[in-house]
């Protein structure tokens, strides 16, 4: 019998690598041709089995009926024999998955996928708060940053997007040009000249800036400080740019307001562990999978179980990977023992295993580390996070053996390096699910707004929990649930301060 294991796990890929869409939450209906074969029952269950653990909720016939919508998927199995090859037709919403076409398909393709943010956007437009601002956003540019940009300058905002060169798609660039939005940067700079178009970038003068990794934030303050005390206020997406900010805070050189959008409730528990865990662990598996390599042929490491890193274990061990986890927190490395991963130091946990790294710091993976694994891969997005440097020595053409696209080996029989320790869901694959960045987005939008009315002080502030409630519940308005209300007696008793725990209800005993 064939691997059904593989199957099933090329056909989700597949599914998410056609649309850039998310696994997790939706609800998938499997079924079969018939007559049944044990080789389609056996594929269906690992197919039951590995979307349940990635999060989906698989429907039977009866349920299947009852929810027609765009978000189910259905995936048919079909062979014509017992030994045949089995095939998937995969359905969305009853239709056959769209083809997205060239960068205008993909851009509207995404919007037709991001009902919160386009339902926060609408406010921000009907409200006027954010008419004739000029917004910047310095981000990965692909078709769901398109989107975002899009919104902004339909609730009446001009808007200009710069993007580095490695993660700018020239094609999205090009349609975001014709649509009216401005697109600095180009995937042909480097050196001082990728340094010139950010700055020409900021030097369109800006009221907000809204950043991934805090690079132009920083670039700013570096050589255009006269911009920064112009702006009203930043946003920043992640962590790695979180962390350089609030140093900077510390240190008393920050000399703007900045809002952690990336702490947000709505964006670290969903991007991070959800969207990142996807992108980054089906990267991995598509770059793999060209070399005739499984994910489950090895261990597999993961380095730091932050939310990314957490969300990278969990795929993993979803695809039948032997999830090992080394972490330098110690509360961290107890969560990962309570969910049921081997804790350890790297250097033991890596050798001949797949180590991914999902810190964002810098030197995670060193070269000596790097040689003993048998493929390493970086989730967490700075430079330097893989010692490539120390693991790819001497000359690149007579040393690199190239295999596929997005793999090489640090020497003919040694360790396959996935694109050069590039951050993998965006070097390698389309970034983070379109429902993913949604909500991230949502929170993006509201944060701006936020931004416009309190005029936060100088400093790294969080973002207040209103937003997080509003941005889930448009959410869970957009899926069609319906969650339960408090009742008046629970309000109550949740707001009383009075501490119940040491009265007594003996009759015979005194209260005090």
Same mark, same amino acid.
């Given at each position: ?19 850039? +869409?998310?696994? /997790? =939450?939706?609800? *998938?209906?499997?079924? %079969?041709?018939?007559? @049944?074969?044990?080789?389609? !029952? &056996? ?108 919104? +902004?300058?339909? /609730? =009446?905002?001009? *808007?200009?997007?710069? %993007?580095?060169?490695? @993660?700018?798609?020239?094609? !999205? &660039? ?339």
């Amino acid at each position: 019998m064939a691997d059904v294991t593989l199957i099933a796990e090329r056909i989700i890929r597949r599914f998410a690598r056609d649309t850039n +869409l998310l696994v /997790a =939450g939706r609800s *998938v209906h499997i079924s %079969a041709v018939q007559p @049944e074969t044990a080789q389609l !029952v &056996a594929t269906s269950r690992e197919l039951t089995r590995m979307l349940s653990a990635l999060g989906a909720h698989v429907v039977t016939a009866s349920r299947h009926n009852a929810t027609a919508s765009a978000h189910l998927l259905d995936i048919q199995l079909d062979a014509a024999g017992p030994d045949s090859e089995i095939t998937a037709t995969l359905l969305l919403g009853g239709a056959p998955l769209p083809s997205r076409g060239d960068a205008d398909g993909r851009i509207d393709f995404a919007g037709e996928h991001m009902p919160v943010s386009r339902l926060v956007a609408k406010g921000l437009g009907e409200r006027g708060s954010i008419r004739g601002l000029r917004i910047g956003i310095a981000m990965v540019l692909e078709p769901k940053t398109a989107q975002l940009a899009l919104l +902004l300058a339909a /609730a =009446g905002a001009e *808007v200009a997007v710069y %993007a580095h060169p490695d @993660e700018i798609d020239a094609s !999205v &660039a090009e349609a975001l040009r014709a649509r009216g939005i401005a697109v600095d940067g180009s995937e042909t700079l480097s050196g001082q000249a990728e340094r010139a178009a950010a700055l020409a970038f900021l030097e369109r003068g800006f009221d907000i800036l809204i950043d991934d990794g805090s690079h132009l934030i920083r670039l700013a303050h570096e050589d255009a400080p006269h911009l920064v005390k112009q702006w009203i206020g930043t946003n920043e997406e992640t962590t790695s740019g979180l962390t350089p900010l609030r140093h900077m805070s510390t240190m008393g050189i920050l000399d703007t307001a900045v809002f952690a959008v990336n702490d947000a409730q709505m964006k670290t528990r969903f991007d991070n562990r959800y969207g990142t865990g996807q992108s980054c662990v089906f990267a991995i598996a598509d770059a793999l999978d060209r070399v005739g390599v499984t994910v489950r042929d090895q261990p597999a490491l993961v380095i730091g179980y932050g939310p990314v890193g957490e969300g990278v274990a969990a795929h993993l061990a979803a695809l039948g990977a032997e999830v090992r986890v080394a972490e330098v927190d110690p509360v961290l490395a107890l969560r990962a023992a309570h969910d049921g991963y081997d804790i350890g130091e790297a250097a033991e946990l890596g050798s001949g295993a797949l180590v991914v790294s999902s810190t964002g710091v810098a030197h995670t993976i060193s070269a000596d580390l790097a040689r003993t694994a048998r493929a390493v891969a970086v989730a967490g997005g700075v430079p330097g996070e893989l010692d490539l440097d120390g693991l790819l020595v001497g000359d690149p053409a007579e040393q690199l053996t190239p295999l596929a696209a997005h793999i090489e080996r640090a020497d003919p029989a040694g360790t396959l390096v996935l694109d050069r320790g590039g951050c993998i869901n965006i070097t390698a694959a389309e970034g983070n699910p379109i429902e993913i960045m949604d909500l991230s987005f949502a929170v993006q939008l509201a944060a701006v707004e936020e931004l416009v009315v309190t005029r936060p002080a100088v400093g790294v502030h969080a973002l207040p929990a209103s937003i997080d409630d509003i941005v889930a519940r448009a959410a869970l308005a957009a899926r069609g649930e319906h969650i339960d209300t408090p009742a008046d007696d629970q309000l109550a008793a949740a707001h009383d301060w009075r501490s119940r725990r040491y009265l007594s209800s003996s009759p015979n005993q005194e209260t005090r």
